[in-house]
């Protein structure tokens, strides 16, 4: 079922489901918010379709948002997870194509659309493993899905300047029980092929930097973007004592989770469709303090940013071709 976003806030009910199993959607000028009926929420402000926010169903914040970053749209928001689109950093000097652009790409610093909203249920799982009321079953396994679009007609003519293909994007961002995921549809409307870089800058919310590593990269050849980009190979988990910014190619291809762990205890799964690449990054002392939008100065030890993309090569994209990825977050 799909609304459209015609109401600025709405109670929205599914047929079938439990009465009580009712999605809470509110939709301001600016953001969009969706509850589901077991207390997991999700905010996305329009400004980038950047997700500013997803709680638990106990109300914990899982991203990381800084306290300092701007939410007027006079820069890219710094924490939640920004869209990185259609040049991952600052263009590369062999890449003509993107020059122009500024790091990180346009779509984190458009004003994107709100296309609607769908919920779905899916209740077997439940139902035959917890023998739960069908009811219950419903409500536990409700999610919502967020649609919001961006096309070259609704870029700014400045930036449409700096990268004139035709070209249309969908991103969802899906709430789930116990997951969020989001997936990007990239849609070539031109008469001639364009490349692109695309990223979920993800910026995970983590109690300490310093017991904090990622599994899922051991034996990963990566590039080391604080050493000039030097190619070397992980071994065992990524720890932090420093300034990291590494460009991993997991081994294990998308579908084989990278991990956040904390204390030895997996926090978070990233599974990723179609995205070869993973980006970990934490600025660390000297740079979150050089960030003006980065705060507090020491929340570089409650962040870390694991990115799943496609940021090695360039995704080529010919007239009238689409190109899907998503990544999915699955708490531990
Ligand atoms: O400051 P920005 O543009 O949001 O980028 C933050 C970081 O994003 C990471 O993805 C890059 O690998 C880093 O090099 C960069 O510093």
């Known amino acids: 079922m799909v609304d459209r976003p015609n109401k600025p806030s709405a109670l929205s ?9 009712q999605v809470s959607i509110s939709h301001g000028s600016s953001r969009v918010t969706a509850v589901l009926p077991t207390g997991q929420s999700v905010e996305v402000h329009l400004y980038g379709a950047t997700v500013l926010s997803w709680k638990d169903s106990r109300g914990q914040e899982q991203l990381w948002l800084s306290e300092t970053t701007k939410l007027d749209g006079s820069k890219a928001i710094r924490g939640g997870i920004p869209l990185v ?3 991952f950093g600052p263009s590369p000097p062999d890449h003509p194509a993107t020059a122009q652009l500024p790091q990180h790409g346009f779509a984190r610093t458009s004003r994107w659309e709100f296309l609607g909203k769908s919920t779905s249920e899916s209740s077997e799982v439940f139902q035959s493993s917890r023998g739960q009321s069908s009811a219950e079953v419903a409500t536990a ?14 870029l700014e003519p400045e930036v449409r300047k700096l990268w004139p293909h035709a ?17 990007l549809v990239v849609t070539n409307e031109d008469d001639k092929p364009f ?3 695309v990223l979920f800058h993800t910026y995970f919310g983590i109690s300490d930097i310093n017991k904090t590593e ?9 590039l080391d973007k604080t050493e000039g980009y030097a190619a070397k190979t992980q071994s ?3 720890s932090f004592t ?10 294990g291809g998308p579908r084989e989770p990278v991990s956040i762990v904390e204390s030895g205890k997996k926090r978070f799964d990233v599974v990723r469709d179609n995205l070869g690449d993973v980006v970990v990054w934490n600025p660390w002392q000297d740079k979150a303090a050089g960030m003006a939008d980065f705060g507090p100065d020491d929340g570089y030890k409650k962040m870390v940013c694991v990115e799943a993309g496609s940021v090695r090569g360039w995704q080529v994209l010919e007239p009238g071709d689409a190109f899907e990825c998503a990544q999915t977050i699955v708490p531990q």
């Open 236 to 238: 065992a988990n990524v």
């Open 195 to 197: 490349d692109f870089q």
């Open 13 to 21: 009910s599914t047929p079938g489901l439990n009465p009580q199993a």
């Open 214 to 222: 990622i599994a899922g990269l051991d034996k990963a050849e990566y």
């Open 242 to 251: 420093r300034e990291t910014d590494r460009v991993y190619t997991p081994v």
């Open 167 to 183: 070209f249309g994007l969908i991103y969802s961002v899906t709430l789930g029980c116990n997951s969020l995921s989001t997936s």
């Open 141 to 154: 396994d409700l999610s919502v899905k967020l649609d919001f679009g961006l096309s070259s007609g609704n």
């Open 85 to 87: 689109f259609p040049v």
